[in-house]
């Protein structure tokens, strides 16, 4: 039975054949993947020349295999790319990484000055990332020249022996396409950048195609001032556009001034970004703002006080000058020589003085008399003799070379508060003498004065003790001297003994005056004539001891202070005159004393005495 099947199926074959045969098989072609194997990365417009960074092209690969076409199918249909067409192979972007660049680009565009107003500074900062520094304008430029070359080409594929290796970055050539860029890249023109004769930049043009932008590094150098040529060998620190840069590679700062100043003008201001400050200085009261110490480097802003006030020592404030701390008075100084005789001159006045007031002190204890006219004597003459002992002993002694430096010691002190108080307690009673003289002579009392002795002595007494305490609770460091223990006559403390003697002075002498117009007065019935007799004697010695006193105390107190030998000489004879003065009328004055110095006469010149009578 197979037997017969057999030439069945062979007949189908064979007319399945015949079908095929009859049909016909049409395939289009299409594109297989680009090849994995490329091309060495060149630049695309001079392929001879290797590319290592900056961007440039290696060429892939493909054939219409993926089917072919079969049956009289199409062949692959080519890819368009900017109106070229592509068909088996194609430039790819190979080593886009962008190249070195020189240290002179590892630099921020320098900042705005910080001042506004004035002289400023200007700083840089080094730059991390894949471009350093902003250049405006260039990219354009580059873009097509972005690459890093070999120095000569490359034949493709390379020779033996032929370096592939990424080189250095080098200067474009004369005939490299760069020549149509040799314009600047800085629209700014840096201060690095120098023009060569050919007109060509001394530095390197730096081509990149991609730029990025770049963050300060975390570490930045130190701060170096930028150096400027402006002659030969000459450097200065100050910005000047017209010059150049002469440390590029580490400067980081530079001075900068925002200020225009016209030397002719100083008063006028039109600088758009420098207004006139004293638009917006505002000055203390009663100052005004000026501008006129202004230099051509740095506006100069002062507040003037007006209206006779001055300026606060931080500048705060317009106030009245204080009262100015004068200058110490030098010590004043006399020769060895003439020191000595100044000294012995004072001391001999002093001596001669207390002889005359001892006598009349002696004197009259001897013939015990003590009536109340005595007692005002008696006290006067007791207080300018102890004034007088105070002066006799030399208790300051200065051992530091500058005598402003000496301070006045403790017994100095003690000294000189003893003076004061003895000269007050003698113009007091002084004083007090004109009170008793001007009752018994204006006959206001019939005997002893207004006031009783003991009232006297208590008053004379008691009042300067007062006067003094005062003075010392303000002015006790003003006692006593550097050079001498006599009475100050630069300080507070010379008011404190003026003011009270002028004043006792005339008082008293405006006592005197008046009872020398009481002679016209009624006199009162059992008025004591001998006690009136003897005011009236005291109103004429009063006039002469009193300017004797001031005059000797004055005196006395300037030539201690001058250190003046004229006026040493004058103080001595004024204390001669004085203690005789007082010896002669305190005696004369008295009725006791009269009528001895009569008996005692009489028993002299006994003729003169009978006819007299």
């Known amino acids: 039975m197979w037997k017969t099947r057999i030439p069945l199926v062979l007949l189908s074959v064979a007319s399945f054949h015949q079908t095929l045969i009859s049909a016909k098989i049409v395939v289009d072609g299409q594109w297989s993947p680009w090849s994995t194997i490329k091309t060495y990365c060149v630049d695309p417009e001079f392929r001879q020349n290797l590319v290592f960074c900056g961007g440039g092209v290696e060429t892939r690969f ?10 009289g199918g199409r062949d692959c249909d080519p890819l368009v790319e900017n109106g070229v067409e592509i068909r088996g192979q194609k430039d790819f972007p190979c080593n886009e990484n962008p190249c ?15 001042s506004r107003c004035g002289m400023g500074e200007q700083r840089r900062f080094k730059m991390c990332g894949s471009i350093r520094r902003r250049l405006p304008g260039m990219l354009s430029c580059h ?25 250095s970055a080098l200067p474009p050539g004369p005939k490299d396409k760069t020549a149509l860029c040799n314009k600047s890249p800085y629209p700014s023109a840096p201060d690095d950048v120098k023009a060569q004769p050919d007109g060509t930049q001394s530095k390197k043009w730096i081509k990149l195609w991609e730029l990025e932008q770049s963050e300060k590094c975390s570490s930045q150098p130190g701060l170096v001032n ?27 700062k530079r001075e900068c001034n925002t200020w225009k100043y016209y030397p002719d003008y100083p008063d006028l201001w039109n600088h758009t970004n420098c207004p006139d400050p004293c638009l917006t200085y505002k000055c203390p009261k009663y100052a005004k703002c000026d501008t006129t110490l202004s230099t051509e480097d740095d506006p100069v802003i002062q507040c003037i006080c007006q209206m006779g006030t001055v300026m606060k020592s931080d500048n705060s404030s317009c106030i009245v000058p204080p009262p100015t701390t004068p200058t110490p008075r030098p010590v004043p100084t006399m020769a060895p020589a003439v020191k000595t005789v100044a000294t ?20 009259f204890l001897i013939f015990r008399i003590f009536d109340p006219s005595r007692v005002i004597h008696m006290c006067e003459e007791l207080s300018l003799l102890c004034a007088h002992l105070c002066m006799l002993p030399t208790l300051y002694d200065c051992q530091e070379d500058d005598p402003l430096d000496c301070e006045s010691v403790t017994p100095c002190k003690v000294i000189s508060i003893a003076i004061h108080y003895f000269f007050t307690v003698c113009f007091v009673f002084m004083f007090l003498e004109a009170i008793y003289m001007y009752g018994l002579v204006a006959s206001v009392v ?5 006031l009783a002795t003991k009232q006297n002595i208590f008053i004379g007494w008691g009042i300067p003790a007062f006067i003094i305490l005062f003075n010392m609770c303000f002015e006790y460091d003003s006692y006593g001297g550097t050079y001498h223990c006599w009475l100050q006559m630069d300080k507070g403390l010379m008011y404190g003994q003026y003011v009270p003697i002028i004043t006792l002075v005339v008082s008293t002498f405006t006592l005197i005056e008046a009872a020398g117009a009481s002679d016209d007065y009624p006199t ?8 009136k007799t003897t005011a009236q004697i005291s109103q004429r010695t009063l006039l002469i001891i009193l300017p004797l006193v001031f005059a000797s105390f004055v005196c006395g107190t300037i030539a201690e202070y001058q250190q003046d030998p004229v006026l040493y000489g004058s103080f001595t004879i004024l204390n001669g005159v004085l203690g005789g003065a007082m010896m002669f009328f305190h005696i004369t004055s008295n009725e006791k004393t009269r009528e001895l110095v009569n008996k005692m006469k009489n028993k002299l010149c006994p003729g003169k005495g009978k006819e007299k009578e």
């Not at 001669?352 to 002696?362: D, E, G």
């Open 446 to 450: 019939k005997n002893s004065g207004l």
């Open 143 to 167: 873009q097509e020249l972005g690459h890093t070359t070999t120095e000569t080409p490359v034949t493709i594929p390379p020779q033996p022996g032929a370096s592939t290796s990424a080189p």
């Open 100 to 114: 070195p660049l020189p240290n002179e680009f590892m630099w921020s565009e320098w900042s705005e000055c910080s």
């Open 62 to 71: 493909r054939s219409c295999t993926k089917p072919a076409p079969q049956g």
């Open 344 to 363: 012995g001159m004072s001391k001999s006045a002093s001596t001669v003085i207390i002889i005359f007031l001892s006598i009349s002190l002696i004197l």
């Open 524 to 531: 009162l019935k059992g008025t004591n004539k001998i006690a």
């Open 226 to 252: 930028a150096l400027y040529e402006i002659g030969e060998d000459v450097k200065v620190t100050r910005n000047h556009e017209d010059f150049n840069l002469t440390n590029p590679e580490n400067a980081t």
